[in-house]
């Protein structure tokens, strides 16, 4: 216990000097330029949003941006590698020919990624930070099934968006981005499943940015209520931009009682793509709430997991599978919360790191106090295919209860030239024998993913780059 | 008189790239189209470093000598090439490939032989898959299993010769595919390997051991005593026989250093 104390006194330091290192750096201007084209746009907010925003925007304002010398953000330099300052916001209706804002198209590779998919029960599109078309099965609609984009659902003026939205899954206290996010949103997803209610087919959600150097907010809230299922696949994309796109996705998931979520995030955006997301899960008795993690694009990417497993019988899957090439940086912060007794949750992130991309994994297990027969896993595999490919691993428990199952293992290994020997001797060239290896080191998530064109897109992507072809 | 050889090696040393001692030190062998060698040898003499290296394995160097495969220069190939020429190497110890099935395995090695525009009929593949799983008495579920990941050692030689049936080789080079066999499995290997002989009578095969009863099975027409990176003695099966009796002591004495 007492080193549990230690490292909350050390934690408390930490951000205590970030707060008064970084002070005058602050990007005033972004926020500025971002504060100022999101009121212009803004249609009438009631006033618990309103002042929701000021009060992050404060926050945001008040937080430096997390330097390295926060243990969190050890791995991943910002001031390297984002200037907020240069950043405009993505106002989610500039219209140009690659939005579909003007004329209703979609931008083709969208499209394509879109033709892929099978079996949708609804679908929300969604271009620069605006949800341009939402489509939910009738028959969903009928039994009570809300889908809708944020802005709408905030006009529909469901209470459940005043007490849920940025309060007890991604609040703005939560970090400068939770505080940029909950500030300066413009648009997302709202779905929620009504009691009993289970959906057979995923509802999705398909987004693109089209504009080099913007920052885009979004956000997604999904409720499923007691003993209801839904699952639920999030894909952005991008073209390639030659400068610094941030998209900045706050998610908030919670189940309740009985009730299934799955939650998958697709992130293939181009060269430039700075992926930034807070994504929280809150998981009520005997409910299951899973998440999967495919990071393939962007040159950034940054994900803040944080399970909470909140009553007894939660259970919480959570995968995550990376293929990084060229400089892509990704970057995974997780924790799973035990909050409550007689919970499980087990976490398997694999990736695979060709050129110079960096792999940084940091996850925590934390059995709060009264969490016994608490089952938690964590594990973090790294398969690096290059010398100058790097993966870090830290995984983490910090137990208050003692009777728990828990465990946690990591491993950084090189593509194994005994391996690629064996099957090249039997007449595979080095690309397919490097092929079979990483599909196969990454199989392991690969054959959890779900049905309906997630597998063929990813093994596809994974192939692309292992071609080394863009 | 090598101009008849599938496999021509010549006063060939090798040694680990980066270290400073040759492994072969001037090997000598010639194998007919047809024809079955044994070569037995004491531990670390340089067996499985002679295979390999005529495998391709990257990890030695040849310093001296040249290796012909149907008379060409098969130094000058990458691993691939040699094994879409021909060349199949059981290995003395097979490698785990976690998350590849051995069909899926097995699928892309023989797509890789027919080339872009050829597409390998999956039926067929099937069907010659099970035909030899049965060969080799070996479950059909195992065709699922990743590549001898969390295989038993007999399991691991059998799925070795399995690979080799289905890729039909020219030449063979079974490193200790008897070691760690029961009693049975060897027969049924055994099996296997003569099943292959008969289909194509101009399959050769180098098979290295520590024993002289899978030579019992499969009757080589050549028997080689490897010591310390040479070919020391050959001789027709008589000298497996003799070996068993007498062990290697008196290549200890010739061979002194
Ligand atoms: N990759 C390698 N790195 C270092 N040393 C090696 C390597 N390969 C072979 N050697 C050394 O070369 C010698 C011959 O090894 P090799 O494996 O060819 O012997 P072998 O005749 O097959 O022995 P065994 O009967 O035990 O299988 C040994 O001393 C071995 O340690
Ligand atoms: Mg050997």
């Known amino acids: 216990m007492n080193r549990l104390a230690a490292a909350r006194r050390r934690a408390r330091e930490a951000g205590a000097e970030e707060q008064g290192q970084i002070e005058g750096a602050s990007p005033e201007r972004a926020t500025k330029n971002v504060a100022r084209s999101s009121e212009s746009t803004r249609v009438p907010e009631p006033d618990w949003l309103k002042s929701r925003r000021d009060a992050a925007l404060e926050l945001y304002r008040s937080m430096p941006l997390p330097s390295t010398r926060s243990e969190e953000w050890r791995y991943t330099d910002l001031a390297r590698m984002l200037r907020l300052d240069d950043l405009v916001p993505s106002a989610g209706a500039q219209p140009g020919p690659a939005s579909s804002n003007g004329d209703g198209t979609v931008p083709e590779p969208l499209r394509r990624a879109m033709a892929q998919d099978r079996d949708s029960a609804g679908r929300v599109i969604d271009i620069d930070g605006s949800a341009v078309s939402v489509e939910l099965q009738d028959s969903l609609a009928a039994q009570g099934v809300v889908l809708s984009s944020l802005r709408e659902a905030v006009r529909g003026g469901d209470p459940l968006l005043e007490s849920l939205l940025a309060t007890m899954a991604v609040p703005a206290s939560d970090g400068k981005f939770a505080a940029m996010n909950a500030a300066l949103w413009t648009d997302g997803v709202f779905l929620k499943i009504p009691r009993n209610v289970q959906l057979e087919r995923p509802i999705r959600l398909s987004r693109w940015v089209s504009h080099p150097g913007t920052a885009t907010f979004t956000r997604i809230l999904i409720v499923a209520e007691d003993h209801s299922r839904v699952s639920f696949v999030d894909e952005i994309l991008s073209p390639d931009f030659e400068a610094v796109t941030l998209v900045n996705t706050a998610v908030e998931l919670f189940s309740h009682a009985g009730a299934q979520i799955q939650y998958v995030s697709l992130q293939r955006m181009g060269k430039g793509g700075f992926y930034l997301a807070n994504q929280r899960t809150l998981a009520k008795r005997d409910s299951t709430l899973d998440t999967l993690n495919v990071a393939l694009g962007g040159s950034v990417g940054r994900v803040d997991l944080n399970a909470r497993l909140l009553g007894p019988g939660a259970n919480s899957d959570m995968l995550g599978l990376y293929f990084g090439d060229h400089d892509q940086h990704f970057d995974f912060n997780t924790s799973q919360d035990h909050v409550a007794p007689n919970a499980h949750s087990d976490l398997l992130y694999k990736g695979a790191l060709d050129d110079s991309a960096r792999g940084v994994f940091r996850g925590v297990i934390r059995v709060h106090e009264g969490a016994q027969r608490t089952d938690a896993y964590q594990t973090n595999r790294n398969l690096l295919l290059s010398e100058r490919a790097a993966a870090t691993s830290l995984p983490n428990l910090e137990i208050e209860a003692d009777d728990v199952r828990c465990s946690h293992g990591a491993t950084v290994g090189q593509l194994d030239a005994e391996s690629l020997f064996y099957l090249m001797s039997r007449g595979l060239d080095r690309e397919q024998a490097e092929r079979l290896v990483v599909l196969g080191f990454l199989g392991e998530v690969l054959d959890k993913l779900p049905m309906g064109g997630v597998v063929e897109k990813v093994t596809k992507a994974i192939e692309v780059k292992l071609g080394h072809v863009r | ?257």
Request: aromatic share 6%.
């Open chain 2, 1 to 257: 008189m090598n101009d008849k050889a599938i496999l021509s090696v010549t006063g060939l040393r090798a040694r680990v790239a980066e270290e400073d001692l040759d492994i072969l030190r001037g090997v000598d062998l010639n194998i007919r189209p047809g024809e079955t060698h044994a070569i037995m040898g004491p531990n670390g003499s340089g067996k499985s470093t002679l295979a390999k290296v005529v495998a391709g394995h990257p990890a030695y160097q040849v310093t001296a000598g040249s290796v012909a495969f149907q008379g060409e220069d098969l130094l000058e190939m990458e691993p691939d090439e040699r094994s879409q020429a021909g060349i199949f190497m059981a290995f003395q110890y097979p490698i785990a490939i976690p998350g590849v099935s051995i069909a899926n395995f097995l699928r892309t090695a023989l797509q890789a032989r027919l080339g872009d525009d050829e597409e390998l009929d999956l039926f067929d593949f099937q069907e010659l898959l099970m035909e030899r799983m049965e060969l080799l008495d070996m479950d059909p579920s195992f065709a699922q299993r990743p590549i001898n990941d969390g295989f038993s050692g007999g399991e691991k030689k059998r799925n070795e010769i399995l690979q080799m049936s289905v890729l039909k080789p020219a030449l063979a080079l079974m490193d200790e595919t008897d070691s760690g066999l029961d009693i049975d499995a060897l027969k049924i290997v055994a099996h296997g390997v003569n099943t292959l002989r008969e289909e194509n009578p101009d399959m050769s095969v180098l098979l290295i051991t520590h024993y002289q009863r899978i030579l019992n099975h499969v009757i080589p027409d050549v028997v080689h005593v490897m010591y310390r990176g040479r070919i020391v003695e050959s001789g027709g099966p008589e000298v497996a026989m003799e070996l068993e009796a007498r062990g290697y002591e008196e290549y200890r004495i010739a061979h002194a250093v």
